[in-house]
T-cell receptor, first 114, second 118 residues
Framework: DGGITQSPKYLFRKEGQNVTLSCEQN?????MYWYRQDPGQGLRLIYY???????QKGDIAEGYSVSREKKESFPLTVTSAQKNPTAFYLC?????????????FGDGTRLSIL | QKEVEQNSGPLSVPEGAIASLNCTYS??????FFWYRQYSGKSPELIMF????GDKEDGRFTAQLNKASQYVSLLIRDSQPSDSATYLC??????????????????FGKGTHLIIQP
C-alpha cells in the first residue's frame, strides 16, 4: 500500500542532543513537508521541499534542519538550538508543488525532552 | 499574514443531527480548500476538498464554498459518535520567500473540536 511512514513514533531528546525524525513516502510525490503541532494549536510549517536537492524554510525553521537527497525521503533534524522541541511532528507529501494538490500525512512522531 | 480562522469549539451535536463546521480565510487569492479530520493523538486525515463556488457532496459530508464571502463550511449529516474529532480547514496560499521567490502551500486553521452526543 502507498503511504507515508514516519519513525520513530515516540522520541526522547536529552539536553544538547540532536535528533533525527525519519519520513519516507512511496506515493511518488514530488513535494514533502514538515509541520509541528502543539496542543490546541494548528499546524505550523517548519520546512518543505518541492523537488529533490531543494528545500525551503517555513514559518518556524529556526533550530531545525532537513535534507532531500532522495525523492522518497525527507528527514528532519531537531538540533540543540531548538529550545522547546516538545511537540507532535507531522510529515506530509503532495503530488507536486501546485497549490490545489491535497497534502497527505504520516502518523506523526511525538518528541519529548528527557 | 495569511490566516484561516475556525471556532475552536467544542461544538456539541446530538447523534443523528447535522453538524455544521465553519471556516473563513483571509487570502483572496486562495483557490483550493481542504477539510481534514484529526482524532485525538492521531494525524490529520483528508476528508474533502473543494475548488469551485457552491456545494460538493461525498457521502454524509458536504463542503460549501463562497469565495465572495471568503467562507468555507463542512456539513456532516446523520452525525455519528465516530465523527467526534477535531476538524481542520486549510486553504492554499502563495508563500513569499527571500530573494523574490515563492511557493505554493497550505495554511491551516487551528481546528474545531466536534463532539457527537449519543
Amino acid at each position: 500500500d502507498g503511504g507515508i511512514t514516519q519513525s520513530p513514533k515516540y522520541l526522547f531528546r536529552k539536553e544538547g542532543q540532536n535528533v533525527t525524525l525519519s519520513c519516507e513516502q512511496n506515493l511518488n510525490h514530488d513535494a514533502m513537508y514538515w509541520y509541528r503541532q502543539d496542543p490546541g494549536q494548528g499546524l505550523r510549517l517548519i520546512y518543505y521541499s518541492q523537488i529533490v536537492n531543494d528545500f525551503q524554510k517555513g514559518d518556524i525553521a529556526e533550530g531545525y534542519s532537513v535534507s532531500r537527497e532522495k525523492k522518497e525521503s525527507f528527514p528532519l533534524t531537531v538540533t540543540s538550538a531548538q529550545k522547546n522541541p516538545t511537540a507532535f511532528y507531522l510529515c506530509a507529501s503532495s503530488l507536486d508543488r501546485v497549490g490545489n494538490q491535497p497534502q497527505h500525512f504520516g502518523d506523526g512522531t511525538r518528541l519529548s525532552i528527557l | 499574514q495569511k490566516e484561516v480562522e475556525q471556532n475552536s469549539g467544542p461544538l456539541s451535536v446530538p447523534e443523528g443531527a447535522i453538524a455544521s463546521l465553519n471556516c473563513t480565510y483571509s487570502d483572496r487569492g486562495s483557490q483550493s480548500f481542504f477539510w481534514y479530520r484529526q482524532y485525538s493523538g492521531k494525524s490529520p486525515e483528508l476528508i474533502m476538498f473543494i475548488y469551485s463556488n457552491g456545494d460538493k457532496e461525498d457521502g454524509r459530508f458536504t463542503a460549501q464554498l463562497n469565495k465572495a464571502s471568503q467562507y468555507v463550511s463542512l456539513l456532516i449529516r446523520d452525525s455519528q459518535p465516530s465523527d467526534s474529532a477535531t476538524y481542520l480547514c486549510a486553504a492554499d496560499s502563495y508563500f513569499r520567500l527571500g530573494a523574490g521567490g515563492g511557493a505554493d502551500g497550505l495554511t491551516f486553521g487551528k481546528g474545531t473540536h466536534l463532539i457527537i452526543q449519543p
